[in-house]
């Protein structure tokens, strides 16, 4: 049997370039679902969810009435930052 691609593996180079070219040049209030924050952090959409049950991971908002699930630019940035940090 197949494995079953996820929209990443779908995804092209070019598209992948475009989200990490937008998500640079947005404003740090600026929201994002978890498949954008996978390609520009290069990062398993299967690891943000992980963190999320364990609640040691990136802030995250679900809109009322709504399954999403959405970052702010300048929470990934700080949690990456203090992730990298000596």
């Known amino acids: 049997m197949a494995k079953r691609l996820t ?3 779908r995804m092209t180079q070019e ?7 937008s998500f640079w040049n947005a404003p740090d209030e600026a929201f994002f679902p978890p498949e954008d924050v996978a ?3 290069n990062i398993s959409l299967s690891w943000l969810q992980a963190k999320r049950c364990k609640g040691d991971g990136v802030p995250f ?3 009322e009435g709504t399954r999403k699930v959405l970052y702010t630019k300048k929470d990934l ?5 203090k992730r990298n940090a000596p």
Do not use: H, S, W
């Open 61 to 63: 908002t679900k809109p």
């Open 7 to 9: 929209k990443l593996d």
């Open 77 to 81: 940035l700080a949690y990456f930052n």
């Open 39 to 41: 390609v520009v952090f």
């Open 15 to 21: 598209e992948k370039n475009a989200v990490t070219q």
